[in-house]
């Protein structure tokens, strides 16, 4: 799915809303204390070919794949260059 990203790690668990958070988000799945929605955590780093410069930037990045009721999966990038 990710070959350009190929290499990384990933990890499973549940974000559980602890407070009242009404004033901060509208999304249903962080507005009640105590709901617990599965998530997975995905960081990565891009393969150069074989031969590339040491000059090339060492880009990074990780997504965050939320479960959730109403949205199948929403997905969050963020993209870091490293050097």
Do not use: M, W
Request: hydrophobic fraction near 40%.
């Amino acid at each position: 799915e990710r070959v350009v990203h190929a290499r990384g790690a990933s990890a499973k668990g549940f974000l559980r809303v602890t407070h009242d958070i009404t004033n901060l988000s509208c999304a249903d799945f962080l507005r009640a204390p105590g709901v617990q929605t599965p998530v997975i955590v995905r960081f990565s780093t891009v393969i150069h070919e074989r031969g590339s410069p040491e000059t090339l930037r060492d880009p990074r990045g990780f997504a965050v794949k939320f479960y959730t009721r109403e949205v199948r999966i929403l997905v969050v990038y963020a993209f870091i260059g490293c050097t």
